[in-house]
């Protein structure tokens, strides 16, 4: 068992926890970031990145990842592969317990945990993913020519209107009769010529070649009639949710109803002071690298600033007693 101390505690890597922590560095205020269960996060899952600024050939999300986390310790960020399990809020300096029996201690948290995303939970969905099969159109979309998107909300049906950008034909897979995405939504949907809808099917198995890796097809099966089919593809977008990774501050830090944690107006600052949050935790709508990233410079200038008034208070002289 171990303790660390910081002026900044990082929990999570990825685009915001590796900003924040360059950030602080800089800053002069010595950070310890804490990785996580998926060291990188999600992009470490993502193939080819083509929209990161400064990249002009793309770059394997795997890669620009570990380029992050290698520039994070270029400057001075202390990285530690572990888990926080629990976070004492009601007590300053703040004190997080880890899954390796590791004590942390900061005067300030920045929580960029991130947010997963759902999955069909299929044996062939976890051996394509990455080769064919991806949760974000954005990231992946530009790949894919004919391509299926699972799912029936508004995500589902904005996925597959992105992916028009790019496919020549696009098949939603919905497990009912109906969408639950809004009018509007299902308006644009049915005037679109690439988009097709199978209806009341669900996912039995992504089918696709050993050698090179990747998806050919899926295997569908009605729920009412039982009835297989197969349809031929060359990419799957799983679409049926993200769940922010908040378990850890919940019942702490105010959250949202889908359970992302509010921040105040233009602002990383959350429901407790010293606390921020940067990334997919707080942001339950756009989902981007680069706006991870911008998330985790204003956390940790935001930090930097609370740290600063923090240092003033406790110097400031107490007048004299008469």
Same mark, same amino acid.
């Given at each position: 068992?171990?303790?660390?101390?910081?002026?900044?505690?990082?929990?999570?890597?990825?685009?915001?926890?590796?900003?924040?922590?360059?950030?602080?560095? %800089?800053?002069?205020l010595? +950070? !310890?970031?804490?990785?996580?269960?998926?060291?990188?996060?999600?992009?470490?899952?993502?193939?080819?990145?083509?929209?990161? +600024?400064?990249?002009?050939?793309?770059i394997?999300?795997?890669?620009?990842?570990?380029?992050?986390?290698?520039?994070?310790?270029?400057?001075?960020?202390?990285?530690?592969?572990d888990?926080?399990?629990?976070?004492d809020?009601?007590? %300053?300096?703040?004190?997080c317990?880890?899954?390796?029996?590791?004590?942390? !201690?900061?005067?300030?948290?920045i929580?960029?945990?991130?947010?997963?995303?759902?999955?069909?939970?299929l044996?062939?969905e976890?051996?394509? %993913?990455?080769?064919g099969?991806?949760?974000?159109?954005?990231?992946?979309g530009?790949?894919?020519?004919?391509?299926?998107?699972?799912?029936?909300?508004?995500?589902?049906?904005?996925?597959?209107?992105?992916?028009?950008?790019?496919?020549?034909?696009?098949?939603?897979?919905?497990?009912?009769?109906?969408?639950?995405?809004?009018?509007?939504?299902?308006?644009r949907?049915?005037?679109?010529?690439?988009i097709?809808?199978?209806?009341?099917?669900?996912?039995?198995?992504?089918?696709?070649?050993?050698?090179?890796?990747?998806?050919?097809?899926?295997?569908?099966?009605? !729920?009412?009639?039982d009835?297989?089919?197969?349809?031929?593809?060359?990419?799957?977008?799983?679409?049926?949710?993200? *769940?922010?990774?908040?378990?850890? !501050?919940?019942? *702490?830090?105010?959250?949202?109803?889908?359970?992302?944690?509010?921040?105040? *107006?233009?602002?990383?600052?959350?429901?407790?002071?010293?606390v921020?949050?940067?990334?997919?935790?707080?942001?339950?709508?756009? %989902?981007?690298?680069?706006?991870?990233?911008?998330?985790?410079?204003?956390?940790?200038?935001?930090?930097?600033?609370?740290?600063?008034?923090?240092?003033?208070?406790?110097?400031?002289?107490?007048?004299?007693?008469?």
């Amino acid at each position: 068992m171990a303790e660390y101390k910081s002026k900044v505690l990082i929990i999570g890597s990825g685009p915001a926890g590796y900003t924040a922590g360059i950030y602080a560095a %800089r800053a002069g205020l010595k +950070p !310890v970031l804490v990785s996580g269960t998926q060291v990188g996060g999600q992009l470490t899952i993502t193939t080819e990145v083509e929209n990161f +600024p400064g990249f002009p050939e793309p770059i394997q999300g795997g890669e620009l990842m570990q380029r992050m986390r290698d520039q994070a310790q270029n400057v001075g960020v202390q990285m530690i592969d572990d888990t926080i399990t629990e976070i004492d809020f009601e007590h %300053r300096p703040f004190v997080c317990s880890s899954e390796n029996a590791n004590s942390f !201690v900061g005067d300030s948290l920045i929580i960029a945990t991130g947010a997963s995303a759902r999955w069909l939970g299929l044996p062939s969905e976890e051996k394509f %993913r990455g080769f064919g099969v991806s949760a974000c159109a954005t990231c992946d979309g530009f790949f894919y020519r004919n391509v299926a998107v699972v799912g029936g909300g508004n995500s589902a049906l904005e996925e597959a209107l992105y992916l028009t950008n790019f496919a020549k034909n696009v098949t939603i897979i919905h497990r009912r009769d109906a969408f639950r995405a809004d009018k509007t939504m299902q308006e644009r949907v049915a005037q679109n010529h690439k988009i097709n809808v199978i209806w009341n099917c669900v996912v039995e198995e992504i089918l696709g070649t050993e050698s090179p890796l990747g998806v050919t097809g899926l295997r569908l099966k009605n !729920v009412k009639t039982d009835n297989t089919t197969d349809v031929a593809v060359d990419g799957v977008f799983i679409a049926i949710g993200h *769940h922010p990774n908040t378990d850890l !501050v919940k019942g *702490h830090l105010h959250l949202d109803k889908e359970n992302y944690i509010v921040t105040k *107006h233009n602002s990383c600052e959350t429901s407790i002071k010293g606390v921020f949050a940067a990334g997919d935790v707080r942001d339950p709508q756009y %989902r981007q690298a680069i706006i991870a990233a911008g998330s985790g410079c204003i956390a940790a200038l935001e930090a930097e600033k609370y740290l600063n008034e923090l240092g003033e208070q406790k110097n400031a002289v107490k007048p004299e007693a008469v």
